[in-house]
């Protein structure tokens, strides 16, 4: 099935990474309610303000089919969104509740869920043409927001440009082209929530910066 967000095309079926694929069989067959599938973009199509991921969680997205839906990573990203006025409400719980994102996007730099959330360099390249059709949707002067180092890359990777010339880094700020501009945060796993790693604080700061670039609608 292919889907349409702001102008970009999405591909519900693909199967172009066979690891993945197989992967994801064997996961629906002991969770057949699980959405089991590439995971979609989630939010408005012609939003100012992309955050992309790393992969679909086993018991979030690739739960749900909403981008961190049902995992704790999502419990920082959507109260983080909502306090400033990026959705309608704080918590995201299934794929068909009533959460409305304003003027703002959440992907994935790798559209499957990946064995022990690793995906491959290889399939995360293989993936990426779906990132750059995203990145190139984006109205003129928006923002992406890296969550961790394999969304990074991924997104200078989708630019066109030398992984050299942009070194992730949290609260780093890049411009990979006239278009865009990057900014770096840590995932907000719940690896990095527990060990302080990143403070609600340090999240909260990623989005002051970005609330200067995105006007507020």
Do not use: W
């Not at 955050?51 to 920082?76: E, K």
């Not at 394999?150 to 440009?161: K, L, N, Q, S």
């Not at 200067?212 to 609608?217: G, L, Q, R, S």
């Amino acid at each position: 099935m292919l889907l349409y967000y702001g102008g970009m095309q999405f591909n519900s079926h693909c199967q172009e990474c066979s690891r993945l694929t197989v992967f994801l069989k064997d996961i629906k067959e002991k969770h057949p309610d699980y959405h089991c599938a590439p995971v979609p973009p989630f939010g408005d199509g012609e939003a100012q303000l992309l955050i992309v991921g790393l992969a679909p969680g086993m018991h979030g997205a690739n739960a749900t089919g909403r981008p961190f839906t049902g995992d704790h990573a999502g419990i920082l990203l959507y109260q983080t969104l909502y306090d400033f006025g990026f959705s309608n409400q704080p918590i995201s719980v299934s794929a068909d509740d009533d959460l409305e994102l304003k003027n703002c996007r959440i992907t994935n730099a790798v559209k499957c869920l990946p064995p022990a959330n690793k995906p491959k360099g290889e399939e995360v390249r293989q993936c990426n043409h779906y990132l750059q059709a995203e990145l190139e949707s984006l109205p003129e002067k928006s923002i992406v927001l890296a969550l961790g180092k394999i969304a990074h890359d991924a997104v200078i990777r989708a630019c066109g440009r030398k992984l050299s010339e942009f070194r992730f880094a949290h609260a780093a700020e890049h411009k990979p082209n006239e278009k865009l501009i990057l900014l770096d945060s840590y995932h907000c796993s719940r690896y990095n929530t527990q060990t302080k790693r990143l403070t609600t604080k340090m999240f909260a700061d990623i989005f002051v910066r970005a609330r200067e670039f995105v006007a507020d609608d």
